[in-house]
């Protein structure tokens, strides 16, 4: 007994760890591309951001490719309880036609979105102009983000209950067993879900970032850093693990966090230019 609770602990703290990692990498994305084009040591890259960038585009790619995959070949491989084998295939067709539309419209959302908020992000970042983010632009990022937790809810539903109708539980003596009544193809396709759920998850963490992000673009509130020597005005800036950069009269400025004593929010609104 005691064996069993140590190892579910075990289990249960590398996976709180892996996903806590996860969440964090997808969180931070957005502001990770956009810190890519700005370094104090050009050509230098650690080995976790690497590591974070390998990870982000290749579950992209994979995203992708196995979800398009699956919608256009298998669509919905559910033993759906039907006596009517056109009723049962319409229905497959259906679901997989569900999953395709609550997909495409948080994939297309994110690149779309995607795309404007950082060339918004780096205009204002470079005070080069500022930008508003539309109400249709934030709203059309909401409704994704619903539609990204219709679609998980749906994989984890499909994952977790139909198998449950599929197995049985016996008894012996003091031990339970669990007989396995699906299919290799059933399973194959219990476990696409999982992995378009994973997505789903995926897009929901990402557009929720973006969400904030917009919010920020559109505040109109000025941030002043204060160091031992001056004080630097700024509407936004980028936060890295040993300074700030700002920018300032075109010149991007590395700030140590050592030399900063404090960063205040003021409701006063520095701009160059203008243009909403």
């Not at 996860?22 to 690497?50: A, H, M, W």
């Not at 319409?90 to 297309?108: D, G, H, Q």
Request: glycine share 2%; with cysteine; aromatic share 14%.
């Amino acid at each position: 007994m005691m064996n069993y609770l140590r190892n579910l602990l075990l289990t249960l703290t590398t996976v709180g760890a892996v996903l806590s990692f996860y969440i964090k990498v997808c969180r931070d994305f957005f502001i990770e591309t956009i810190k890519l084009n700005y370094k104090n040591v050009p050509g230098k890259q650690s080995i976790f951001e690497i590591i974070t960038i390998w990870i982000m585009y290749s579950s992209i790619i994979i995203y992708i490719v196995w979800v398009i995959v699956f919608i256009l070949t298998k669509g919905s491989m559910m033993n759906i309880k039907s006596t009517d084998i056109i009723t049962q295939d319409r229905v497959a067709y259906l679901i997989a036609a569900i999953i395709l539309i609550l997909f495409l419209n948080s994939f297309s959302c994110l690149v779309v979105s995607f795309h404007i908020l950082r060339k918004y992000f780096i205009y204002k970042l470079e005070r080069k102009c500022i930008k508003r983010v539309s109400n249709k632009m934030r709203l059309w990022i909401r409704g994704s983000k619903i539609t990204s937790s219709l679609l998980c809810l749906i994989g984890m539903f499909v994952i977790i209950y139909y198998p449950m109708l599929q197995m049985s539980l016996l008894k012996e003596d003091r031990n339970f067993i669990f007989i396995n009544t699906l299919s290799v193809e059933e399973i194959s396709t219990f476990a696409t879900y999982g992995i378009i759920a994973f997505i789903s998850l995926t897009f929901f963490i990402i557009l929720n970032s973006m969400e904030e992000i917009a919010k920020a673009l559109n505040e109109n509130f000025t941030y002043i850093i204060l160091t031992d020597t001056e004080e630097i005005a700024c509407n936004i800036y980028l936060e890295y693990n040993e300074y700030y950069l700002v920018f300032r009269n075109g010149v991007q400025r590395y700030i140590s966090k050592s030399k900063v004593k404090e960063i205040n929010k003021s409701t006063y609104y520095y701009t160059d230019k203008i243009l909403i």
